[in-house]
């Protein structure tokens, strides 16, 4: 945190606009909550952990200082919607993979965050 | 020699006979045992062997035997043919592919095309980012790509404006200054000029961002057939998200929607479909 101690609260006061949805990240910003949310997304995987939001305690205990990040550099509704949009995914390619066993036709539909 | 019934499929003892008709002269065709022989009336031998000449060779333009023969083995087809052939099929095919994409393209244009009023889009009049006013008629005499976001939007938005500056790009590249951008905001309450234009240029610099009051924009989501929906009940200062529709609205200089784009369009498709559109439009463009 080197860089950010010598700008000082400047840094912090933007930061805590973000979190509480006072201004909108621009894409530095942006990019910054999507790689938290990677990471804490990873870890939820890892420990199979579907919804982040119902199961807050065992994701809590895994996952903590991931998520913690994850609240740090992410506005607080985007870490909501990124939760539910976790289960909501994960229920879509489950679905996918559940058609796909059954024989049906694929259609090229992405559900990743990079644009192709 | 015209008038030989055979003539179709001349056997061979036919073509050794033709084909020694100089050196033997009228002879041959009295003493003749080809099926030849078996016409109607024969020439009168009076005319000379030499009258007869061009006609033989009108008709049978080999000079040997084995020259007819390798002729007759291989019929009418030679590799000249057998090319103009393929030439003349790929020619016709692509015509009619390209015929069948150009009207494929003028129906989806024609059925979205409105009788009197257009369905989708209409009269409009919202603040940019520098607090101009825009309406409807400054995009005419253009194609304009309407699409409708917000600038706290999680990951749709920025993923799909980022698309939007691509395509432009390579649309800009063919064709410039045929097409404008616009973002409008479904979240007039937070985006003003003044955060549009800082959350616009990060993208494009010459997006078009539009806002206005919640009234305005409620009837430009409507005429756009955009669905959104604001969390009621939101507290002065708190954050919430917006849910509204994905699309881009291709709308041609005269205003009216020509085809939604969406998420399952690469950047290059979209260039494309935009292109092609352009390409089709016949009416008056505005130069500027």
Known sequence: MGLFDFLGGETDKRAEEVRSGAVAPLRTERQKCYVARDAYFACLDANN????LKDEKAAGKACGAQSKDFERDCATQWVTYFKKWRVQDLKKKQML??????????????????PR | MQRIPGAIAPSRPLFE????LPAR???????????????????QCRASA????????????YKTVEEAKSRYRSGPFSWKAGLLFVATGAGLLYYFEYEKERMQRKRVADANKGVGRPKVGGPFSLTNQDGKTVTHDDLKGKFSLIYFGFTHCPDICPEELDKMARFFDLVEAEKPNALTPVFVTCDPARDGPKELKEYL??????FVGLTGTYDQIKAMCKAYRVYFSTP?????GQDYIVDHSIYFYLMDPEGDFVEALG??????????IILDHMKDWKGKWRID
């Open chain 1, 49 to 52: 952990i579907v919804d982040a």
């Open chain 1, 97 to 114: 993979k559940e058609l796909e066993a059954k024989g049906a036709a694929r259609m090229d539909v992405s559900t990743e965050f990079k």
């Open chain 2, 17 to 20: 006979t033709l084909f020694n």
């Open chain 2, 25 to 43: 002269g009228c002879r041959r065709f009295i003493s003749s045992q080809t099926p030849s022989a078996r016409r109607p009336a024969a020439p």
């Open chain 2, 50 to 61: 030499q009258q007869y000449q061009p006609l033989v060779q009108k008709r049978f333009k």
């Open chain 2, 201 to 206: 240029s990060e993208f494009h610099p010459k």
């Open chain 2, 232 to 236: 009621t009940s939101v507290k002065p």
């Open chain 2, 263 to 272: 998420r399952q369009h690469s950047p290059e498709q979209a260039a494309k």
